[in-house]
């Protein structure tokens, strides 16, 4: 394989580890918070992210299309330079 398409490549998939470190990080905020605050501020803290959710869940597709294509042409033109 061509260096240039091995570095594409590897840009691609630090760019799906680190959406997917930002999953985890976000699923273990909410596990440390669950035992510390209480259950009033924990359930306005779960109905806010679900309201969040509902409101962008019909963009979400869209939003992740730009995302990955923004993610790839970073990839690509970033190593043009």
Excluded: F, Y
């Excluded at 240039?4 to 596990?31: Q, Y």
């Excluded at 779960?46 to 939003?63: E, K, N, T, V």
């Amino acid at each position: 394989m061509r260096p240039v398409l091995v570095t594409i490549i590897w840009r691609c998939l630090g760019i799906l580890a680190g959406l997917l470190l930002v999953g985890i990080v976000m699923r273990l905020t909410e596990l440390v918070l669950r035992p510390v605050l209480p259950p009033v501020l924990m359930n306005a803290l779960d109905q806010g992210w679900s309201m969040l959710i509902s409101i962008l869940s019909p963009a979400l597709g869209p939003i992740a299309a730009v995302l990955i294509l923004a993610g790839l042409c970073w990839a690509i033109a970033s190593k043009r330079r």
